[in-house]
């Protein structure tokens, strides 16, 4: 069996096309996880015309998501941080404090989307943050690092049934320290900057976390939890997060850069962090705040 979910900002899900689509693939009875937001119902098998009716929905503003009914509730969140569980990139907004912004806000972007090696690029923008004082990286923090919303919901609600929460950067630990803190992860890992005298040396601590990290921190942490990549829910937006979503149980594309979304199955471009805890059958009722 399978299950279909609809997911859309608070207000959008008409329940006309939820039953619409229902009836069209043959669906068993509808669930309601949240009115006019969230919505699911099980098909024997995934339907052949999934991804044109996608493509549709997407016009809507609905996100719509197949994947196998069982084993879909998931007891491990593995998160990226930057532009997933916070709305910024933390070194572009570094940058900008060091007057360098736009250089590393291009770099960024490319990096993000496969056009540039990862670990070459970040060597690069932390080069152009040399003698930034790092007193600044609080400032950044207080001032300019808003969370996702429904990111705490997630991390909360999982955590209440069993889960454990990792937040997995290729960003720096002067972060995801304070975010994984304030969002009750489990534990974090990133890059580390290198300071000295007060200030950013330019360099970043070796060996350097990126794609191929991500998936070893997966691999790690479960083999420790005592169970499998397949009780893993991975979340993430750029080219270097590609690896733990395709290992990962359910690996979610979350507003996503596109040559992530090229190759994943599972894509958020409307709904909220909360999305994922709907496409593990949480209804709205039961998440925690």
Request: aromatic content about 4%.
């Amino acid at each position: 069996m399978f299950v279909i979910t609809l997911i859309a900002p608070p207000g959008v899900l008409d329940p006309a096309l939820v039953d619409s689509l229902r009836n069209a693939w043959g669906g068993k009875s509808v669930q309601w996880l949240a009115a006019d937001e969230a919505a699911e119902f099980a098909v024997a098998e995934g339907p052949a015309n999934f991804w044109h009716v996608w493509t549709e929905l997407q016009a809507l503003g609905v996100d719509l998501v197949c994947q196998p009914l069982e084993g879909r509730r998931k007891t491990m969140l593995l998160a990226d941080m930057d532009s997933t569980m916070i709305r910024q990139e933390c070194i572009d907004e570094l940058a900008d404090e060091a007057g360098v912004g736009a250089r590393v806000a291009e770099i960024t972007a490319r990096a993000m989307n496969g056009e540039l090696d990862f670990e070459a690029a970040l060597i690069e923008r932390v080069g152009l943050l040399r003698g930034l004082e790092e007193a600044v990286i609080g400032k950044v923090l207080s001032e300019r690092i808003t969370p996702m919303p429904g990111g705490a919901e997630l991390v909360a609600t999982m955590k209440a049934h069993g889960g454990h929460a990792t937040l997995v950067s290729g960003g720096f630990t002067a972060f995801t320290e304070v975010i994984a803190a304030r969002l009750g992860f489990d534990e974090h890992r990133a890059n580390t900057l290198v300071a000295a005298d007060g200030r950013l040396t330019g360099e970043a601590g070796r060996p350097i976390l990126g794609q191929a990290a991500k998936v070893q921190a997966l691999e790690e942490i479960t083999a420790r939890l005592g169970i499998t990549p397949a009780d893993v829910i991975a979340v993430g937006d750029g080219a270097n997060d590609l690896g733990m979503l395709h290992r990962a149980g359910t690996g979610v594309a979350l507003h996503a850069k596109p040559i992530v979304s090229e190759q994943c199955d599972v894509r958020i471009n409307h709904g909220d962090l909360t999305a994922l805890l709907y496409l593990q059958g949480y209804a709205k009722t039961e998440f925690v705040t």
